[in-house]
């Protein structure tokens, strides 16, 4: 995504294409997975010009085109493919201390048998929860304001309504090479969101882990009212 021009086909690409490729790219990156129709509508693009960017985008490897998820296809017809990020195309987002920061941590894992990686996740899962519990408390809405939180934080997060909750997305993840390498991180981080949110919260999937987008489930807290004591009566003589 760095490059400012490359050949393709005997004829130089212009950099205005590379600039529009790369906001399509980017796109998909914090909106997550996308049809041709609506990336266009997105970026103001012409059908056959966003056709144009995307195909270039999957030969590079940077997008991938696949079936949409069921619950995301409704009515009738054969549903529009959807345009996710590919590993390789994520990389290209990613931040360039990720191999440095894998080294640190496979050291300290061998010089405390992991306990030491255990620690830095907790650390840090303590200063998201320290920051996003300020944030938090800003906002009626904890869910909105935890998703407005990580955005601003790089994760590029929304919230989404389910039947019996709420499902957070983060569709960026600045430390998934990283994550990938030591799951406690997005463990230590899913129990920060519990205690932000208050209630117990559920992964469902996470970009460390190979899927397009991180996934949260939150469910909808039910209070119960006290069930009401039942004396009984005196006797009547």
């Given at each position: 995504m760095a490059r400012r021009c490359e050949l393709r086909h005997n004829s130089v690409v212009k950099i205005d294409d590379l600039s529009t490729r790369d906001a399509v790219a980017r796109s998909v990156l914090e909106n997550g997975p996308s049809t041709a129709v609506v990336l266009g509508e997105r970026l103001g693009l012409t059908p056959a010009g966003i056709r144009r960017h995307l195909d270039l985008l999957v030969?590079?490897?940077?997008?991938?085109?696949?079936?949409?998820?069921?619950?995301?296809?409704?009515g009738r017809g054969r549903p529009s493919k959807v345009f996710v990020m590919t590993d390789s195309g994520r990389e290209k987002f990613e931040h360039s201390y990720d191999d440095l920061a894998v080294a640190a941590l496979k050291f300290m894992s061998a010089q405390s048998g992991g306990t030491l990686?255990?620690?830095?996740a907790q650390s840090r899962a303590d200063d998201i929860e320290r920051k996003g519990t300020v944030a938090l408390a800003k906002r009626s809405?904890?869910?909105?304001?935890?998703?407005?939180?990580?955005?601003?934080?790089?994760?590029?997060a929304s919230i989404e309504s389910r039947p019996l909750g709420e499902?957070?997305?983060?569709?960026?993840?600045?430390?998934?090479?990283?994550?990938?390498e030591f799951p406690a991180l997005c463990e230590a981080e899913t129990e920060a969101f519990s205690r932000m949110l208050g209630t117990h919260v559920q992964r469902l999937a996470t970009i460390a882990h190979g899927d397009g987008?991180?996934?949260?489930y939150i469910p909808n807290t039910v209070k119960t009212k006290p069930s009401k004591k039942i004396t009984a009566g005196k006797a009547h003589s």
């Open positions: 030969a590079d490897g940077i997008l991938e085109a696949r079936e949409p998820h069921q619950a995301l296809t409704r990686v255990k620690a830095f809405n904890k869910s909105e304001a935890l998703a407005t939180f990580l955005t601003e934080q790089g994760y590029a499902q957070l997305c983060q569709h960026h993840c600045p430390i998934a090479h990283v994550a990938a987008v991180c996934t949260t």
